[in-house]
């Protein structure tokens, strides 16, 4: 049984730092392209980052310059450094993964989000930025 599970949210200042992790257990985490979402209030789950099976990352636009992400393939583990938090990225953080072990043409994030929306979730964990 694929499980998911994220760890590192919590409170933070605008202009803060956080890193969020996700440690995959029961998939061949290697060959899964990986993402994380955010879900606000009233708001729709939003793709802010992902990564292919081979190590390509694409972010959506709000967070580019100020998140990163990356994977510990030997250690089954997603991060995703978020530095210069503002208060529009509190939310709920949830891991994804989706078998996807090479890419034939690159895969837009419009791709990968409709791919890990039917793959394997986390639970999710907080991220607060206060003003």
């Known amino acids: 049984q694929v499980q998911l599970a994220e760890s590192g949210g919590g409170l933070v200042q605008a202009g803060g730092s956080l890193r969020l992790s996700c440690l995959d257990s029961?998939?061949?985490?290697?060959?899964?392209?990986m993402g994380w979402f955010r879900e606000a209030p009233g708001k729709d789950p939003e793709l802010v980052a992902a990564?292919?099976?081979?190590?390509?990352?694409d972010y959506v636009d709000s967070v580019k310059g100020r998140f990163t992400i990356s994977r510990d393939n030997a250690k089954n583990i997603l991060f995703l450094q978020m530095n210069s938090l503002k208060p529009e990225d509190t939310a709920i953080y949830s891991c994804?993964?989706?078998?996807?072990?090479?890419?034939?043409?690159?895969?837009?994030?419009?791709?990968?989000?409709?791919?890990?929306?039917?793959?394997?979730w986390g639970r999710g964990t907080q991220v607060t930025v206060s003003s």
């Open positions: 994804a993964a989706a078998r996807y072990p090479r890419e034939t043409v690159p895969l837009t994030m419009a791709t990968m989000k409709s791919l890990l929306k039917s793959g394997s």
């Open positions: 990564i292919t099976a081979e190590g390509r990352t």
């Open positions: 029961g998939t061949i985490f290697s060959l899964n392209v």
